[in-house]
């Protein structure tokens, strides 16, 4: 059974960081792409950032310079680090991988204050 469970969240003021994590229940050297998402109330979920096993990263253009993805496939960790955070930013953010399904993790919320 795979499980993503995702941390880090939190209230934050505008331009401050935050870093999330997801942690597998199963090892990511065999996971080809790992993404975080976002959903925004209202809104649908978006891709915000998703990064491969040989390291190629791609960011949803609004939050490129400002976030990082990264991943530890030692720790079968993902993490993504949120800098100059804009209220924008707000939303709950999910961590998803593909591994013959499709898995999300339970998300976690973000909270940017202008």
């Known amino acids: 059974q795979v499980q993503l469970v995702e941390s880090g969240g939190g209230l934050v003021q505008a331009g401050g960081s935050l870093r999330l994590s997801c942690a597998a229940s199963v090892s990511l050297f065999s996971i080809n792409v790992m993404g975080w998402y976002r959903q925004a109330p209202g809104k649908q979920r978006e891709l915000v950032a998703h990064i491969t096993n040989s390291g190629i990263t791609n960011y949803k253009d609004s939050v490129k310079g400002r976030f990082t993805i990264s991943r530890d496939n030692a720790k079968n960790t993902v993490y993504l680090q949120m800098n100059s955070l804009k209220p924008e930013d707000t939303a709950v953010y999910y961590c998803?991988?593909?591994?013959?399904?499709?898995?999300w993790g339970q998300g976690t919320q973000v909270t940017v204050s202008s």
């Open positions: 998803k991988m593909v591994r013959g399904f499709t898995y």
